[in-house]
């Protein structure tokens, strides 16, 4: 239900994306790992359009755009079959809690504002907040902003949610209380793509996992397959640099 | 209402009002230095809030920033002539050039010392505590560490503030200065043609603020030259 | 020379009846400049083609000269226009019968307008692409998320700066004074003339300029703090 032929994209000259091809069915939640420059997050980014590709094809649900001819409306009916996390969360910041999650209902789903209300206040409590509706993002801290965010996706009821680096911008121990909202909606069916540097927690949702670097998927399969026995050199260096750092801080958890 | 609409007069009275143009320079020039002084030695007096003297910078700018130029203008020739006869100088036949210098030395000197104030705030508290330090008073670390910052801080809010006080100049004929725009007036006197003087005179200011703008920019990226440039990441 | 202090009260009381005036002068440009600057920023900002030409040399051009130089160019310029076009389409409007605050208005109209185009494209570009990307990414389109987003934020932020054009437009208005238009400052002028008073009626039009600029100063004061306290942080 998320098909992408051939994504090909540039920044400056620079070859970012060289020719990916990806399907990702109803309910998988598909992880994207790789080290910074691998474009990883211009991948992500091209599913809503946010990035526009060169050259390819991205079809999420029934909607699918040819990028060299995308309209302005094909791009927003593209944008309206996801929903994104971003790593900043991108709060309305002028809105409250409450209404950041109404707003995206009462503008593209048309609902009415008690209706909409009704249905935040409900995703609110779900992810934890539910005591929080009359708060600015200003006044919450990191993780409960991103919560917000996580919910005001929900709201949507999007095709596909679409997560980039989450719990890359949150302090240390605020990444948990994000990850197990993410680990709860993942376990309802929704279908996810998740750009992360959390590797154990990647291993845990994901039904695959997909490995980039220079542009190009080096390696998928599923989180066994590339955690215990990766087939490419690039894949095994990669994850041997991020278990070494991980394997430390391990230690230093366990001497603690 | 006059005689026909003459496009070609606006190039002929080009040089008549250029060669003017010198004293409307004259007078920004002045003006400009002596709101210099006035302006950094207010911003001195607020930052460190003298007891006293602050409350009447504060009191002046706000005064300043409070009242249109063209009342400056004419407070100060109206004025100050009383004021001195007090002390029995008689300045009643000073050329209005004087009275237009001194006013626009106040106004810029109010106008510089916010901005001077902003710029000595901003510099990072943390280069006086380098220079007490490495051994500095007050006074030393103030001249030769905070002061020379924040001149470059200030730089783009001063040359704007420049700008606008040559926008400002225009008004100084209104007292009877004999600049660009008082040259400009004898000319309609002479011909009748207003609109075209005044085409002239608004492509002869547009094109001097094109200038000192271009100016500005090449003298701030000099003095910018050591700054870093942040380097921004790619998503 | 003494300074007649008790005149200065005089003086006020005749001056300020100008006052409406004074703030037609200052507020009617700024609601019209509203609407201009903010077409001529969006005009800018997405880089329209051709129009974004007219939008860079105008702001460029009423920024770039004194303010005296639009109100005399529109007062010798557009009577000029409308009597050509008047003939030209036989619509019998004769131009010295157009009353000359009109003229100021325009004038003033579309030097306002160049002025907060810039406060609006500043502050437009202040509010972080972030939000616009998130207004995207629940299903906006541009319009939505320019107007529900990006905007109500850029406006709060940029209310010092709608205020300094406020204060200076409020001064900018004694200008029309030198066509003869009837504000305060003209008004100080006749009274300083009639009673030979000249610094007891300047310094009282001072005054008045100074408390209505002190005023306009608190207001934005408490304004801001309103709109921006979204942003103060600080749990409630």
Sequence with gaps: MIYLKDIKKSFNQQPVLKGINLKIGKGEVVTILGPSGSGKTTLLRCLNFLEKPEEGIVQVGDIQVKSKKATKREILSLRRQSAMVFQHYNLFAHKTVLENVMEGLIVTKKYKKAEAKRESELLLEKVGLGDKHNYFP????????????????LALNPEVILFDEPTSALDPELVGEVLSVIKAIAQEGITMVIVTHEMSFAKEISDRVLFMDGGVIVEEGSPLEIFNAPKEDRTRQFLNRISRDFSVSFLEERAN | MGKAFDPSLIVDFIPTLIYYLGVTLQILAASVLLGMVIGIAAAILRVFRIPVLNQFVILYISFIRGTPILIQLFLVFYGLPAILLFINIDISRMDALYFVIITYALSNGAHF????????????????????????????????????????????????????????????????????????????????????????????????????????RLYENRINRHQSVDVSVTG | MTIDILFIWTAFKEIIRALPITLIL????????????????????????????IANGYVSFFRGTPIIMHIMLIYFGFPLLIDQISKKFDLGIQSNSIPIILFVLTALSLSAGAYLS??????????????????????????????????PQAIAQSIPNFTNIFIGFLHTSSIAFIVSQKEMTGAANIVAST????????????????????????????????????NRGGVQ
């Design chain 1, 138 to 153: 200003s006044q919450l801290s990191g993780g409960q902003q991103q919560r917000v965010g996580i919910a005001r996706a």
């Design chain 2, 113 to 216: 010392a916010e901005i001077f104030r902003g710029a000595i705030k901003a510099v990072d508290y943390g280069q006086t505590e380098a220079a007490y330090s490495v051994g500095m008073n007050n006074s030393q670390s103030f001249f030769r560490i905070v002061l020379p910052q924040a001149i470059r801080i200030a730089f783009p809010n001063i040359a704007n503030s420049i700008i606008g006080s040559l926008k400002d100049t225009s008004l100084a004929f209104t007292i009877g200065v004999m600049d660009m725009m008082g040259r400009g007036e004898t000319l309609i006197a002479a011909t009748a043609h207003a609109l075209e003087v005044y085409l002239s005179l608004a492509v002869i200011y547009y094109a001097v603020v094109l200038l000192f703008e271009k100016i500005f």
């Design chain 3, 26 to 53: 200052t507020i009617f440009p700024l609601l019209a400049g509203f609407i201009i600057g903010l077409a001529v920023a969006l005009i800018r900002i997405y880089k329209v083609k051709f129009l974004s030409g």
């Design chain 3, 118 to 151: 810039e406060i609006f494209r500043s502050g437009i570009i202040s509010v972080s692409n972030g939000q616009m990307e998130a207004a995207y990414s629940v299903g906006m389109n541009s319009f939505q998320a320019m107007t529900r987003i990006v905007l």
């Design chain 3, 195 to 230: 009673n030979l008073k000249f610094l007891e009626s300047f310094i009282a039009a001072g005054l008045i300029y100074w408390g209505l600029t002190i005023i306009a100063e608190g207001l934005s004061f408490l304004i801001e703090k309103k709109a921006t306290a979204y």
